[in-house]
């Protein structure tokens, strides 16, 4: 698997950019803080070094997994494994001839932001981290506002992610 580190660290810092402005006075902040319950004297009382390095610790597993999901020329070729009983296949093979097809002629496209911002969010974001919001939101009591803010969030946040890895894909 290739591994741009670049764009995973780029790609890291989507969720704190987008978090700036997607929970700004004058976007959903006032909303996020009802369906919480949060305030703004507790939400200043947190510890910011532990919000913001957690989160782009976080952040950077989350790049790292969209690195397999978006850029999944990786994906193809472990497609091979067992053909080649777990190495690369023989070029005169057809499974090399396979390979050597997919990488000239197809690869290029999976290697766009369009692309990768697609797989961002259709599978990471409705797929993954849309039930999984749900799922949390019932049994906590919020909610359509708190989902759809938070699911909103996640979905653009994985799609940029995911458009900036495929873009930068090597």
Known sequence: MNINFLSLFLAALVPMVL????????????????ATGMTKEKMNSGNMLLVF????????VLAFVMNIIAYHDS???????YETNGGVPDPASAAGQWAKTYMDN???SNHT????????????????????????????QKGWKY????????VISLSIMGGIIASMAK
Do not use: N, Q, R
Request: net charge neutral.
């Open 53 to 60: 390095g957690g989160s782009f610790l976080c952040s950077l």
């Open 147 to 154: 989902i759809l803010i938070k699911s909103g969030y996640w």
């Open 19 to 34: 978090g700036f402005v997607w929970y700004h006075d004058k976007m959903f902040l006032k909303p996020w803080m009802e």
């Open 106 to 108: 197809y690869a290029h």
């Open 75 to 81: 994906f193809v070729m472990g497609s091979l494994y």
């Open 113 to 140: 932001f369009k692309h990768g911002a697609f797989h961002g969010a259709m599978i990471a974001g409705l797929l993954i981290a849309t039930p999984i919001l749900v799922t949390e939101a019932i049994y906590e």
